[in-house]
């Protein structure tokens, strides 16, 4: 076995030093920093006034929009790209007024907003609004209406519980394209370990020899589309998404759990409710007319 080296080169002096003299920094690549802790303090106290300087007018520049985006979002704030120049951010003030926030005044803004509400999201609008298009249901937690309330994912569980920022942030990133997966709102570990959309593998086929394992895999993934029809019929109410047909108004409909980007060139969102809607047979055979979605089209893919 490899053991790590106890040692590195400090990139300012040359001079290879414990680890311990550096400081930790998860954004490189061995996690700590390039210059030791002597070169760095002997660096501010020379570059005192310069570096005293730059701070405060950091402190001062108008906020950046990508950087605080999603922030925002969890603050609840209404916002909007500054028109005079786009890489900047704007916040409806309470006065209605829009104006361009400072790094400083969102840093303020995020320190006391981490004051008021340390684990669990609090409810806003913009919030709701967000959830509601990720067809999430949403709510205020009954005994403290500050708070925001959502259902578990789970299909056997469904139950109210309430999201922690983290959970939220995760959720709005995969939205953004900035994270892979689902990350979908679960009220326990129990509840994410049991949920089939969380424990869908990324290529089940994968690495299986025997005609045994891929038949056991094959059974494994028809109960798991079993699951996952019924929480996407569930979600449209039993209605046809084209045509608006229902169980509750024709009895004998039949409905179909339709993949809008097809498994084939889409395997990873093959148990994604986001990617699944609810047709009834005769808008399915219709879907799969259109031209790059005929079976014909989506075997040569595979081919």
Known sequence: MLKKCSNKKCSHNGIPQP?????????????????????????????????????????????DFNHYHDKLILLGEKFRRDPDNENYI???????????????????????????????????????????????????DP????????????????KWFNPTNSQLQSRFAVFNGRRSGGSYFYCSDKCKDECILYNMQKDPYDNK??????????????????HLSQMVFERDKYTCCECHKSLETEPDLKLVCHHVLPVKIEPMFASDMDNCQTLCEDCHIQKHKISGCKPTDLNKICE
């Open 90 to 140: 704007q916040i409806l003030s309470k006065q209605n007024e829009w104006f361009t926030p400072t790094y400083q005044q969102i840093q303020d803004r995020i320190k006391s907003y981490n004051k008021y509400s340390k684990r669990f999201v609090v409810y806003s609008e913009n919030f709701a609004e967000l959830l509601i298009k990720f067809e999430e249901e949403v709510r205020r």
């Open 209 to 226: 020899k025997t005609e045994s394992e891929i038949r056991n895999i094959r059974v494994r993934k028809d109960i798991d589309m079993i």
């Open 143 to 158: 005994n403290n209406q500050n708070l925001l309330q959502i259902r578990c994912k789970n299909s056997k569980c469904r």
């Open 19 to 63: 680890l311990a003299n550096f400081s930790k920094n998860p954004k490189s690549s061995d996690g700590y920093n390039n210059w030791c802790k002597d070169c760095q303090k002997k660096y501010q106290e020379e570059n005192a006034e310069i570096l005293s300087k730059k701070s405060k007018q950091r402190k001062n520049k108008p906020a």
